[in-house]
């Protein structure tokens, strides 16, 4: 009976053992590469898009701010995103900024919060929209309550995204 690996280091005393490898491992790249172009489907549609409209809000900004933010402008998250948009200003609505205020009986009243307004920002981007998740520009995830710092060309601002529409 035969060795398989005789005293020479020879496959069935014909290859040796390293040239054995070698042509294993070019068959096992092949194999891969054909699999790779041939038999697997590529993807040649990219991911599907919608449009995702959210609401942010500002409270307690001062009036530069709002004069500084205007409709159509790209805004920016400024740790998030990557330097990426993540939308388009399509509304602003300004309202007197309220807050509460403790009173000397211990009670609190919500007051005007003179020189100070609440600025609620539309938001319109492009996303998806996968098992609940609402992802802008396929990594910049948008959660209800989460509040972040913005910034546009003219203004930085801290907002609390408030509604996905």
């Given at each position: ?40 489907e ?51 609505t ?29 938001i ?42």
């Amino acid at each position: 009976m035969k060795k398989i690996i005789d005293e020479h280091g020879r496959v069935f005393g014909k290859v040796s053992i390293i040239d054995f490898l070698v042509i294993l491992i070019v068959l096992v790249l092949g194999a891969a590469l054909y699999v790779k172009y041939n038999v697997l489907e590529v993807t040649s549609v990219a991911g599907k898009t919608d449009t995702i409209t959210y609401a942010v809000t500002i409270y307690g900004a001062r009036e530069y701010t709002v004069n500084g933010i205007q409709t159509g402008d790209v805004i920016y998250d400024k740790n998030g995103s990557g330097g990426n948009s993540v939308g388009t200003i399509t509304g602003k609505t300004v309202t007197d900024a309220k807050k509460n205020q403790a009173l000397s009986d211990g009670s609190t009243v919500n007051g005007d919060y003179v020189g100070r307004y609440d600025i609620t920002l539309t938001i319109t981007a492009n996303g998806s929209v996968t098992d609940g998740r609402y992802l802008v520009n396929k990594t910049y995830e948008i959660n209800t309550n989460s509040i972040r710092t913005y910034y546009t060309k003219y203004c930085a601002f801290e907002a609390t995204i408030t509604e996905i529409i």
